[in-house]
């Protein structure tokens, strides 16, 4: 009798999942700031109509990138799509 051959599995990388960014639109002025606290460092403000790049959103802070570094939002000032 012949051996019957194995099915050997294949060794691939694993699949990495890309987060997709989108932009957000400020509904009215309102600062970025530094963590997720109305009390944290105002890194600046969002002009009503201004955009910037949404990241993620937690506990009704939008986290972002503004002007090149990492801020903060609070959701409900933002139009997310």
Known sequence: MKPVPTKVASK???VVKKTATKTVTAKSAVYVRASQSKTSKILGTLKKGEKVTFVEDKYGW???IYKGQTGYVGTQF???K
């Open 78 to 80: 933002l139009n997310v």
């Open 62 to 64: 939008s986290k972002v």
């Open 12 to 14: 691939t990388a694993p």
